[in-house]
Structures are given as C-alpha cells and as structure tokens.
C-alpha cells in the first residue's frame, strides 16, 4: 500500500511539473522607445500573453538593427530580434558562423530608403555621388558607425566600390538636416516607414535646402540577403507622403525598398514548442503591424 502511494505522489508531482512549468521567456530586441520596431515588439508580446509555452519581453533602445544583432548573435541580451535585412547581409560577410545562427521567422512592414540631398549640390538621385565624388565635393551623412544607414551604405559599396570614395559623416538627425541643406554635406540617408518624423521635419522645417532625391542604381539589384534572396526591390514614395516642400502632391520618388524581419537566433531558442508559438504570436501581430506601418 505504501509503495502505491509512493507510485502516486511520484506522479502527481511529475504532472505537477509539467503542467505548471513556466513559460519559455523570448527576449525580443526592437528599437528606440515609440519607434516601428518597438511597437511591432509590443503587438507580437501582446499576442504571446496567457500562451503556456512563450512570454516575450520586449528590449528597447538598443540602437536598431545592428544593436539588435550585437545582443542577439555577437553577445548576450536577446533571443530574437526586429531588423532590417541590410543588417544580416553584413553579418555575413563579416562573420559567416554567427550569421548561420540568425534565422528570418516573417517579414513585417515595408521601409524605404529616404535620399535627401542639397538643393544646391544639384544631386537628383543617389548614384550621381559616385561620379567624382571626391573631385565634385561630394559627401554623405550616415550617422554612427552601425546605423541603418550606416548598414545600407555597407552594402551600396560592397555592389559598387566608387561608393566607397564619397567621404562619410557620422551627422545624424536634425544636425544632418541642416548641414544638408546648408551644402554643407550633400547628401543623408534615412531609413524608414513611409511617414518618418525624422523626413516630416525636413519637409516642413528645412524644405527650402533639401531635395527628396531617387535610389535607382542598378547595381544594387545584384544584393542578396544570407538565403540568397534579393535585398532591395525598389518602388515610389508615393506623391503627397511629405507634400509641404519635398514632393508636392504630383510627384512619387523611386528609391529601394525592403521589408523589416523578425529574426530568432536558432542555438538559443531551442525548445520547438516555444519556436512555434512564438512564430504564431508574430503570425497574428503582423496584420495589425502592416496595417500601421505599410505592406
């Protein structure tokens, strides 16, 4: 009878176990506090809440797609990440074990790449920087080392090395703009949802000096993600996204485009319960994260 009711309790705790094991936590890296990515980092933990397998915790203010890949694949913090695809491009080239592990679990929404250029440097689109750029005074405004940008420029130059001798500035936001505009620097990247604050300011504080300029080198069409897939598709910010100064009503831009992922790192979620489950919480957020931010 004792033995019996050793046998039971045995059993009861090991369903005990299983039954109230805690949930998987997903430490999600995003972006700046309020920006796209860490609103798509909030819907996809919202639609985690009450699953038995998965919590996401949602890390913000990591510096974008480069931070998020420092924390999740080239150090400790996160487990999954919102990033650009320039960003896992030039992870591989840079260190092509780590970029194994980073793995796309679902694209998000569409961003853009905003050109701005001085009205005074007569720059019409991107690819007029690499004629001469050093002869023409041409530059270029990236941000810090690691920034979308700074990203997206890694991977102009790696398909055409003339990129390579426009002079880079490490000026970002509304220093970039007024040393845009002033001819200072010819030209800043921003990349972005349709709708960007940082290209609204410019179009309603600095529209005077800057022109929102088109991306259409071809040579970036030979750009491939780690799966070997284009990186850029390119389409029109459509005409009246920033009506004040920098387009109008009547005039849509061509540039490259490309859409935000979600990535996991593959050797750090491991249980496939917790994988599935927190695939299907993006799954359910990524309507209301296109419907907010563009498809």
Same mark, same amino acid.
């Given at each position: ?92 080239? +840079? ?5 194994? =592990? &980073?793995?796309?679990? @679902? $694209? ?6 905003? !050109? /701005? ?72 990247? +921003? ?5 960007? =604050? &940082?290209?609204?300011? @410019? $179009? ?6 800057? !022109? /929102? ?83």
């Amino acid at each position: 009878m004792r033995t019996l009711s050793l046998l039971a309790a045995s059993s009861l705790a090991l369903f005990a176990s299983h039954a109230f094991a805690a949930p998987t936590e997903i430490k999600l890296c995003t972006g700046i506090d309020g920006g796209p990515y860490a609103e798509a980092g909030k819907m996809i933990a919202g639609m985690a809440k009450g699953d038995p397998n998965i919590s996401v915790r949602v890390v913000m203010d990591t510096g974008g797609t480069w931070g998020n890949i420092q924390r999740t694949v080239l150090g400790e913090g996160c487990d999954a990440m919102i990033g650009q695809p320039d960003g896992a491009a030039v992870l591989k080239r +840079q260190n092509p074990g780590a970029a194994a =592990s &980073l793995k796309p679990i @679902a $694209d998000l929404h569409r961003e853009y790449l905003h !050109a /701005l250029c001085s009205k005074e440097s007569g720059v019409d689109d991107i690819g007029d920087l690499e004629s001469s750029p050093k002869a023409n005074g041409y530059s270029i405004a990236l941000g810090d080392t690691g920034s979308g940008a700074w990203l997206i420029w890694q991977n102009f130059v790696a398909q055409d090395s003339d990129y390579g001798e426009v002079p880079v500035k490490n000026e970002s936001g509304v220093i970039a703009l007024a040393s845009v505009a002033a001819n200072e620097t010819t030209c800043v990247l +921003q990349p972005a949802a349709l709708g960007n =604050s &940082l290209v609204r300011q @410019a $179009d309603e504080q600095f529209g005077d000096g800057l !022109a /929102l300029v088109g991306v259409n080198d071809r040579d970036f069409d030979n750009a491939t993600d780690p799966q070997g897939k284009p990186l850029y598709t390119y389409s029109k910010i459509p005409s009246g996204t920033y009506a004040k100064s920098l387009q109008g009503w009547f005039s849509g831009k061509s540039t490259v485009t490309w859409l935000a992922k979600v990535y996991v790192n593959s050797d750090r979620i491991t249980d496939q319960k917790a994988l599935a489950a927190f695939i299907t919480a993006v799954a359910r957020a990524k309507p209301a994260i296109q419907a907010q931010y563009g498809k």
